[in-house]
């Protein structure tokens, strides 16, 4: 029996005309595009198409029924053992296997009887599917708990290879090492590359920048990726997150990933560009006379780009899911990848290499235990949705209609959503009503003694950015290296906590609010959400409990899945010999090596927030990324693979930055 949990769903489709709701769901290692109708209308909409009046997929997919219960989505709504169609999976659902969870195509398809909303319309564009996307379809019919679906499903990760060899056997899943002759048994192809990367988001692509600006050439390099871009993941989660491109992000003005030496700043190109002084002058100021300067969004978009093409990056990205890495007898590895459908002649390629670079981003997200239990018990993600995955609805329902939002969190992302929410009342005069929840409240600095206290107030922890500066190259920072263990979790645990920067407009929206009103702050713990004509959510303040009614729900507390949830880091924790830090995650070494994993003389690296609970701390930050790669760099020519880069290599490298010129070769190089 197949189970489908809607509460597990990777992206939503809300809001649709026909009275449904859409959600791609993971079944075993399987994507489905599951139709659930929310009204009388989306109800039949999905009983012409069970009948084939529409789809016609009755008629070719009888032989091949089987069951499946969804408990997030199915419930009794008459007889028992009467069929109500509740939910359709349509043909032509263009998900992007490239995707993250909670994440979804440019371009959702929605069928004949599904007119496409004009914010997707407008959103999404003319993007045509690209080659291995698409997904079968099957119609579920629910009996009382149960439902009925056919049709053919297609893994989530790895596209269908029709009539291909070349697949992993079980003798190589059960094999921690692999031999050359058990990879060439399978059939699979092989290439050879010295330095795998995988991932293709800005953790990889700051590496690459850089082996390349030392002189690495494109011949010796391979990004293994899903997407397209270095900066789309990011781009999508700045803009479900209410960081469109022309606001500013979270970052200093001289973390810049796109450039190695930090120089132009990010002020400083701005104030060149707009023939103004203002960045400049905001950078010497704050934070004391001004907010911490921070680069647009779209600043740091387009500069990405700009590198990109400068160090050739395309030509290094090949397109595909990697599967898993597994160290090779006589050193090395092997990373398996699988290729879009039907653009090689294997269903798997195998990529042998001396050294492996993993940088895969965030395993995925977890929700509040109520909020996930509301989800799958009454299959709700229209009004109760999580910060990062889109929920524009809830802002366009509130232009129409005013209602009561409820937030939940204190960080930067509940910063931006309040602020999204209060620009909208100011702008379009709306009554919106906000209530905000922290587990912690906040009324005043806080710290263990005066040379280490951080800002507080109103329930927020304040601080400029997601650390103190000093991890980033200070004293912290040194301080780090030297702890092992519990005291380097409990220096974890003293400079952690959700904070956010103390902007002076948000200071006096929220202070205007709290004086009308219609911003209403306090702690609490939310013991369960109750669903009615509202929301009313249940919540032990410490006056006692309260009964809280709102309209939406937007969870912007950030929590991140354990790293066993990604398939890639499951293999290593199960396969690879790596281990977890005091924080959970991986542990590896100041180097960024992943502890147990050596190979021969190969090396096995890891950056990014999988390593987060390591000697350094900042290592989910642009700078924290860059200090990262500069590691890793520095680790792979003492091994005497890459070039090092000295004084004279790195300014005459920096020349051609400047002047936009591609990335010159090292006349050092002469490795294979």
Same mark, same amino acid.
């Given at each position: 029996?197949?189970?489908?949990?809607?509460?597990?769903?990777?992206?939503?489709?809300?809001?649709?005309?026909?009275?449904?709701?859409?959600?791609?769901?993971?079944?075993?290692?399987?994507?489905?595009?599951?139709?659930?109708?929310?009204?009388?209308?989306?109800?039949?909409?999905?009983?012409?198409?069970?009948?084939?009046?529409?789809?016609?997929?009755?008629?070719?997919?009888?032989?091949?029924?089987?069951?499946?219960?969804?408990?997030?989505?199915?419930?009794?709504?008459?007889?028992?053992?009467?069929?109500?169609?509740?939910?359709?999976?349509?043909?032509?659902?263009?998900?992007?296997?490239?995707?993250?969870?909670?994440?979804?195509?440019?371009?959702?398809?929605?069928?004949?009887?599904?007119?496409?909303?004009?914010?997707?319309?407008?959103?999404?564009?003319?993007?045509?599917?690209?080659?291995?996307?698409?997904?079968?379809?099957?119609?579920?019919?629910?009996?009382?708990?149960?439902?009925?679906?056919?049709?053919?499903?297609?893994?989530?990760?790895?596209?269908?290879?029709?009539?291909?060899?070349?697949?992993?056997?079980?003798?190589?899943?059960?094999?921690?090492?692999?031999?050359?002759?058990?990879? !060439?048994?399978?059939?699979?192809? *092989?290439?050879?590359?010295?330095?795998?990367? @995988? &991932? %293709? $988001?800005?953790?990889?692509?700051? /590496?690459?920048?850089?082996?390349?600006?030392?002189?690495?050439?494109?011949?010796?390099?391979?990004?293994?990726?899903?997407?397209?871009?270095?900066?789309?993941?990011?781009?999508?989660?700045?803009?479900?997150?209410?960081?469109?491109?022309?606001?500013?992000?979270?970052?200093?003005?001289?973390?810049?990933?796109?450039?190695?030496?930090?120089?132009?700043?990010?002020?400083?190109?701005?104030?060149?560009?707009?023939?103004?002084?203002?960045?400049?002058?905001?950078?010497?100021?704050?934070?004391?006379?001004?907010?911490?300067?921070?680069?647009?969004?779209?600043?740091?978009?387009?500069?990405?780009?700009?590198?990109?093409?400068?160090?050739?990056?395309? !030509?290094?990205?090949?397109?595909? *899911?990697?599967?898993?890495?597994?160290?090779? @007898? &006589? %050193? $090395?590895?092997?990373?398996?990848? /699988?290729?879009?459908?039907?653009?090689?002649?294997?269903?798997?390629?195998?990529?042998?290499?001396?050294?492996?670079?993993?940088?895969?981003?965030?395993?995925?997200?977890?929700?509040?235990?109520?909020?996930?239990?509301?989800?799958?018990?009454?299959?709700?993600?229209?009004?109760?949705?999580?910060?990062?995955?889109?929920?524009?609805?809830?802002?366009?329902?509130?232009?129409?209609?005013?209602?009561?939002?409820?937030?939940?969190?204190?960080?930067?992302?509940?910063?931006?959503?309040?602020?999204?929410?209060?620009?909208?009342?100011?702008?379009?005069?709306?009554?919106?009503?906000?209530?905000?929840?922290?587990?912690?409240?906040?009324?005043?600095?806080?710290?263990?003694?005066?040379?280490?206290?951080?800002?507080?107030?109103?329930?927020?922890?304040?601080?400029?950015?997601?650390?103190?500066?000093?991890?980033?190259?200070?004293?912290?920072?040194?301080?780090?290296?030297?702890?092992?263990?519990?005291?380097?979790?409990?220096?974890?645990?003293?400079?952690?906590?959700?904070?956010?920067?103390?902007?002076?407009?948000?200071?006096?929206?929220?202070?205007?609010?709290?004086?009308?009103?219609?911003?209403?702050?306090?702690?609490?713990?939310?013991?369960?959400?109750?669903?009615?004509?509202?929301?009313?959510?249940?919540?032990?303040?410490?006056?006692?409990?309260?009964?809280?009614?709102?309209?939406?729900?937007?969870?912007?507390?950030?929590?991140?899945?354990?790293?066993?949830?990604?398939?890639?880091?499951?293999?290593?924790?199960?396969?690879?010999?790596?281990?977890?830090?005091?924080?959970?995650?991986?542990?590896?070494?100041?180097?960024?090596?992943?502890?147990?994993?050596?190979?021969?003389?190969?090396?096995?690296?890891?950056?990014?927030?999988?390593?987060?609970?390591?000697?350094?701390?900042?290592?989910?930050?642009?700078?924290?990324?860059?200090?990262?790669?500069?590691?890793?760099?520095?680790?792979?020519?003492?091994?005497?693979?890459?070039?090092?880069?000295?004084?004279?290599?790195?300014?005459?490298?920096?020349?051609?930055?400047?002047?936009?010129?591609?990335?010159?070769?090292?006349?050092?190089?002469?490795?294979?």
């Amino acid at each position: 029996m197949m189970e489908l949990r809607l509460d597990s769903a990777f992206v939503v489709f809300d809001a649709q005309d026909s009275g449904c709701v859409s959600y791609g769901v993971e079944v075993s290692g399987r994507r489905w595009f599951v139709k659930t109708a929310t009204t009388a209308s989306g109800r039949r909409s999905l009983q012409r198409a069970f009948q084939g009046e529409l789809t016609g997929l009755g008629r070719r997919a009888t032989s091949s029924w089987t069951w499946a219960s969804t408990p997030a989505m199915i419930r009794d709504r008459g007889a028992p053992g009467t069929p109500r169609p509740e939910c359709l999976i349509e043909r032509g659902s263009n998900f992007d296997p490239g995707r993250p969870k909670l994440q979804h195509h440019k371009k959702p398809h929605f069928t004949g009887y599904d007119r496409v909303p004009e914010r997707y319309r407008h959103r999404h564009g003319d993007h045509h599917p690209r080659p291995g996307a698409w997904m079968d379809c099957g119609i579920y019919m629910p009996v009382g708990r149960q439902a009925l679906c056919f049709g053919e499903e297609e893994h989530h990760m790895e596209p269908r290879n029709a009539g291909t060899s070349g697949d992993l056997t079980s003798r190589l899943i059960e094999n921690p090492t692999w031999t050359d002759s058990m990879v !060439e048994e399978s059939g699979i192809e *092989v290439r050879d590359v010295p330095f795998v990367t @995988v &991932g %293709g $988001g800005i953790g990889s692509f700051v /590496t690459v920048d850089y082996l390349r600006i030392a002189g690495v050439p494109t011949n010796q390099i391979a990004v293994l990726s899903n997407i397209d871009h270095p900066w789309q993941t990011y781009q999508y989660l700045t803009r479900v997150s209410q960081i469109p491109e022309p606001e500013r992000i979270r970052s200093d003005s001289s973390s810049r990933p796109d450039n190695i030496w930090g120089f132009p700043s990010y002020a400083l190109s701005e104030g060149w560009q707009d023939r103004s002084v203002r960045p400049l002058l905001r950078v010497l100021g704050e934070p004391i006379f001004s907010d911490y300067w921070t680069p647009r969004a779209g600043a740091v978009f387009a500069s990405l780009e700009r590198e990109s093409a400068r160090i050739a990056y395309p !030509e290094m990205l090949v397109k595909g *899911v990697v599967r898993m890495v597994r160290r090779r @007898v &006589g %050193g $090395g590895y092997y990373t398996i990848l /699988t290729p879009p459908a039907g653009t090689t002649a294997t269903k798997r390629i195998a990529y042998r290499s001396r050294f492996v670079h993993i940088a895969v981003g965030y395993p995925g997200l977890r929700f509040l235990p109520d909020l996930q239990a509301f989800r799958e018990t009454h299959g709700d993600f229209h009004h109760v949705v999580n910060a990062y995955e889109p929920h524009e609805h809830v802002y366009e329902y509130l232009k129409t209609t005013p209602g009561t939002v409820m937030v939940r969190g204190g960080g930067i992302v509940a910063s931006r959503v309040l602020q999204r929410l209060m620009d909208d009342r100011e702008k379009f005069g709306l009554r919106t009503e906000i209530e905000h929840v922290f587990r912690t409240f906040v009324t005043g600095a806080h710290g263990p003694h005066p040379w280490s206290r951080r800002k507080g107030g109103n329930g927020f922890a304040y601080q400029g950015f997601n650390y103190p500066k000093s991890v980033w190259g200070g004293q912290l920072k040194a301080k780090m290296r030297r702890l092992e263990g519990e005291e380097r979790a409990a220096e974890y645990r003293r400079m952690g906590g959700t904070n956010t920067p103390k902007r002076r407009r948000w200071q006096k929206q929220l202070q205007a609010g709290r004086d009308a009103g219609w911003y209403r702050a306090y702690r609490g713990l939310v013991e369960e959400v109750q669903p009615g004509n509202r929301l009313t959510s249940v919540v032990q303040r410490d006056d006692g409990v309260q009964k809280i009614p709102s309209d939406f729900i937007i969870d912007c507390t950030g929590l991140e899945a354990d790293i066993a949830d990604h398939r890639l880091l499951n293999d290593l924790l199960t396969n690879g010999g790596a281990g977890r830090n005091p924080l959970g995650r991986l542990e590896v070494e100041r180097t960024f090596e992943i502890k147990g994993t050596a190979s021969g003389d190969g090396a096995l690296y890891a950056s990014g927030t999988a390593t987060l609970g390591g000697y350094f701390p900042g290592v989910d930050t642009f700078l924290g990324l860059q200090v990262a790669a500069q590691e890793i760099a520095d680790d792979l020519a003492r091994r005497g693979w890459a070039p090092r880069l000295g004084p004279l290599r790195s300014t005459a490298q920096w020349i051609r930055w400047i002047l936009n010129r591609p990335v010159e070769g090292s006349a050092q190089w002469s490795r294979s």
